[in-house]
T-cell receptor, first 114, second 114 residues
Framework: KQEVTQIPAALSVPEGENLVLNCSFT??????LQWFRQDPGKGLTSLLL?????REQTSGRLNASLDKSSGRSTLYIAASQPGDSATYLC?????????????FGAGTRLAVHP | GAVVSQHPSWVICKSGTSVKIECRSL??????MFWYRQFPKQSLMLMAT?????????EQGVEKDKFLINHASLTLSTLTVTSAHPEDSSFYIC??????????FGQGTRLTVV
């Protein structure tokens, strides 16, 4: 059974800091991993998708890495800004019943204060 | 990126009435869509998988008669909460996979049953 864990559960930092959010999964037989952002009361915004053959993906100040063998992914946020405050979720697909269903971590709630 | 639109974004209804939530993929066809439920400060819980032209498949513990799902076309899935009760109050989110890989989410619907 695939389980996804995110550490830390919450993080509060001053503006400008570089951050690392961690995601671990128990079954390394995944073919991709996706990072999302969720603002309070809103849906999920896809940030980065890493295929199993890739080691990392970058988008602006965000960089996500993937180490399948160790069951880990990290989301690196450079030069954090108050607008980055949100909950960050990682998810991996699980093939079940003929469909790829996403298994989510509990998320990291990030607060960046001025 | 791909867009999934969910409507309404919030709804308040009386106990015993039914509420319909729509999920549309605006720029791609989705034979499969997913419905999630999210409680405050918790991660997403998959409720059911919506399949175009066939019956939805429900996760264990989700009442099929309570949460009716109809996937009428390749771009529209609906979730109807029947005979709603206060305990059904929650945040409901849909998603669709483009090309069976990257998942895109709707904006979510906040349901309050009074």
């Amino acid at each position: 059974k695939q389980e996804v864990t995110q550490i830390p559960a919450a993080l509060s930092v001053p503006e400008g800091e570089n951050l690392v959010l961690n995601c671990s999964f128990t079954d390394s037989a995944i073919y991709n991993l996706q990072w999302f952002r969720q603002d309070p009361g809103k849906g999920l915004t896809s940030l980065l998708l890493i295929q199993s053959s890739q080691r990392e993906q970058t988008s602006g100040r965000l960089n996500a890495s993937l180490d399948k063998s160790s069951g880990r992914s990290t989301l690196y946020i450079a030069a954090s800004q108050p607008g980055d405050s949100a909950t960050y979720l990682c998810a991996v697909p699980r093939f079940s019943g003929g469909y790829n269903k996403l298994i989510f971590g509990a998320g990291t709630r990030l607060a960046v204060h001025p | 990126g791909a867009v999934v639109s969910q409507h309404p974004s919030w709804v308040i209804c009386k106990s015993g009435t039914s509420v319909k939530i729509e999920c549309r993929s605006l720029d791609f066809q989705a034979t499969t869509m997913f419905w999630y439920r999210q409680f405050p400060k918790q991660s997403l819980m998959l409720m059911a998988t919506s399949n175009e032209g066939s019956k939805a498949t429900y996760e264990q513990g989700v009442e099929k008669d309570k949460f009716l799902i109809n996937h009428a076309s390749l771009t529209l899935s609906t979730l109807t909460v029947t005979s709603a009760h206060p305990e059904d109050s929650s945040f409901y989110i849909c998603s669709a996979n483009r090309g069976n890989t990257e998942a895109f989410f709707g904006q979510g619907t906040r349901l309050t049953v009074v």
